[in-house]
């Protein structure tokens, strides 16, 4: 009952930033957890951020603290990631998903049922 559709990605320069924004729609949506995640080519699927359904709580990635903030808007249907001093290293492609599930289990894709399609971000050096 919830869909998603990422957008904001693209090629920016080493030390350059993005805005990544997350569109949520659904009767449901604004009661999930919204995660940010990425895949690198031949990687797997990393965790990098989350916030509560709330908006209240905030969960980040050893990678990308201090450089990427997570936010919801007003209205609660809208997840963005600020991605900021960008490393060509952070070369991905990003996915949104929502979810629910105890905290404990925030990290792992396993506990999202909603994805969007993903959007291509690429830092060039």
């Known amino acids: 009952q919830v869909q998603l559709v990422e957008s904001g990605g693209g090629l920016v320069q080493d030390g350059g930033s993005l805005r990544l924004s997350c569109a949520a729609s659904?009767?449901?949506?604004?009661?999930?957890?919204m995660v940010w995640f990425r895949q690198a080519p031949g990687k797997e699927r990393e965790f990098v951020a989350a916030?509560?359904?709330?908006?209240?709580?905030?969960t980040y990635a050893d990678s990308v603290k201090g450089r990427f903030t997570i936010s919801r808007d007003n209205a609660e249907n809208t997840v963005y990631l600020q991605m900021n001093s960008l490393k060509p290293e952070d070369t991905a492609v990003y996915y949104c998903?929502?979810?629910?599930?105890?905290?404990?289990?925030?990290?792992?894709?396993?506990?999202?049922?909603?994805w969007g399609q993903g959007t291509q971000v690429t830092v060039s050096s």
């Open positions: 998903a929502a979810g629910g599930g105890p905290p404990y289990l925030r990290r792992y894709t396993t506990s999202y049922d909603y």
């Open positions: 659904g009767r449901t949506s604004s009661s999930y957890r």
């Open positions: 916030i509560s359904a709330s908006g209240t709580t905030t």
